[in-house]
């Protein structure tokens, strides 16, 4: 056994008030191992409620899909509950539900999220469940067709979501080859292309322990913890994991157009934007408070004048994506057909406007507060500081973002928040996206730039 167990030197589990009157975080005790096959483990405690909630994430998302292949992550972490070497899919479906406890497998572009959550006193069926199917998945091939079909139903269905499409559309203008390009679901084209022993391959390439973080987090003992964990994880191999090359995407020159033709919609449903950044980047405390004062709450300036004044929709907002490479920042929205053009260019006044002013003392106050006191607010249950540690973990955050969060959120100035609207909005190069009807607002969307037009199909 490798030891490398740390007692993050952050441990007092209080909520406090500081002499600025904000609310400030500190960290409940959190102990870390790391097993000899190369699995870390997090332990949070948290014995308020004999609760326990488990999360094994797998470094490995919908970007290390194959090309061609798209929706590869999301069928393999989908099939891990569908049969073990020693159990079916009824009978972990009746393990968990006979205990009221909960157990899924999710993906996102960055990587597989695989959670258990149960009482204290049924911690051993969740934990072993949750080992079994990580550890010991059968990928049997008749439950590979059945997901297989059910994902490919899922597709063809959204194709009747506008807001989908726009999002599919948007992010494949903007990305390109890029693998944020592709739908972490897939597509139809693409997951016919993928068979059980993909699913197998992908598994074993990435599926390994020293590609992986188990977190627990209740009302737990960490002593108690490390020696399960060692028991149910210790036979499982580590590997060597694959490198993946990919380079973050261009940004737009100029600006251009997708129009996605949907013959009978009655309004328009509008994405446009560009690259953002990531937390790492210096900016990311400006951009999250500029981000809140130009779209993202419901006092946002976008809200209050493309909304409220102008009555052009019922929901606007901007929102920069948190990836391990920059995703898109983007604003969103719907509107009648006729008013499309309207909508869109009375959002760009908005965004300029934001970039040649000082934010006003109101519009300021509001957003640290909003800041200060939902941050430390968000992290009252262990399962939610295990969200925000998975964040440090793949996202190389240094150990001190939860805590010094809201300190370095009072540090950001009106002069930094004008700064990061001038660098990270540039309304001159963006890509839009437009699901509507093509015959009604074709026309009034060519002073954008260069239209290509698409149908349903193509998605």
Known sequence: MKKSKIIINILIAVLFISVNGFAQLKLPPITEETLDNGLQLVIVENHELPLVTMRLVVKAGAANDPNEKAGLANLTAGLLRQGTATLKATE????????????????????????????????????????????????????????????????????????????????????????????????????????????????????????????????????????????????????????????????????????????????????????????????????????????????????????????????IRTQNEWNVMPGAYYCNTYTPNESTMIAIQASLDVIKKMQTELVTDEEFNEAKNFYSGYYPGSLETADNIVSEIIKIKLYGLPVSYIEDFTENINKVTKEAILKAAKNHWNTDNLIFCVVGKASEIEKMLAPLGPITKKTIDQF
């Open 92 to 315: 972990i479906a009746d393990k968990i539900d006979f205990v009221g406890g909960s157990l899924s497998a999710s993906t996102n572009r960055d990587y597989t999220n695989i959670s258990c959550s149960v009482l204290l006193k049924h911690f051993d069926v969740g934990f072993g469940l949750l080992a079994d199917i990580v550890v010991n998945p059968k990928f049997d091939s008749s439950e590979f067709a059945r997901e297989l079909n059910q994902t490919i139903a899922g597709v063809i269905q959204s194709k009747d979501d506008p807001d989908n499409l726009c999002e599919r559309g948007f992010n494949q203008a903007l990305f390109g080859t890029n693998p944020y390009g592709r739908p972490s679901v897939g597509t139809e084209a693409s997951l016919k292309n993928i068979t059980v022993e993909d699913v197998k391959k992908f598994y074993r390439d990435y599926y390994l322990p020293n590609n992986a973080i188990l977190l627990v987090a209740g009302d737990v003992m960490p002593a108690a913890i490390i020696k399960e964990t060692r028991k149910a994880f210790s036979g499982w191999e580590k590997g060597s994991v694959p490198v993946m090359n990919s380079m973050p995407a261009n940004e737009p020159s100029g600006r251009s157009v997708v129009l996605i033709d949907k013959p009978d919609a009655t309004q328009s449903n509008i994405r446009f934007g560009h690259l953002g950044i990531t937390r790492k980047d210096p900016d990311y405390y400006p951009l999250l408070l500029m981000n809140y004062i130009l779209g993202g709450s419901f006092t946002s300036r976008l809200n209050a004048v493309v909304r409220v004044q102008k009555g052009l929709t019922y929901d």
